[in-house]
Nanobody, 127 residues
Framework: QVQLVESGGGSVQAGGSLRLSCAASQRTFNASVMGWFRRPPGKEREFVAAISWSGCSTYYPDSEKGQFTTSRDNAKNTVYLHVDSLRPEDTDVYSC????????????????????WGQGTQVTVSS
């Protein structure tokens, strides 16, 4: 079982940036699609980004307009989420997840396509 540990969250002012990291415990990370989600209070998980096992394909929701960028370093078993132009409404717990399935990237916007989840890292944006 892959274990995922997020880090890099914190408190920032609006307009700032953060880079979140997600470290995986096993080499199987290299064959996994990795996704990032956040969970607004009282709502379902919200898809933020996904990246293929090779790192060659990424997918983001249309609503993000370039605010989020995901990348991965398979040699370090780590995936990253860079977040720019943070706004107070981006305050949330951000979680990474892994999936061994092989589908079109558009399917990985759905939380149920992922097998393993990290505990999440808190991002707090002040105005």
């Amino acid at each position: 079982q892959v274990q995922l540990v997020e880090s890099g969250g914190g408190s920032v002012q609006a307009g700032g940036s953060l880079r979140l990291s997600c470290a995986a415990s096993q080499r199987t990370f290299n064959a996994s699609v990795m996704g990032w989600f956040r969970r607004p209070p009282g709502k379902e998980r919200e898809f933020v980004a996904a990246i293929s096992w090779s790192g060659c394909s990424t997918y983001y929701p249309d609503s993000e307009k370039g605010q989020f960028t995901t990348s991965r370093d398979n040699a370090k078993n780590t995936v990253y989420l860079h977040v720019d132009s943070l706004r107070p409404e981006d305050t949330d717990v951000y979680s990474c997840a892994s999936s061994r399935r092989s589908y079109s990237m558009t399917r990985f916007t759905r939380a149920y396509e992922y097998d393993t989840w990290g505990q999440g890292t808190q991002v707090t944006v002040s105005s």
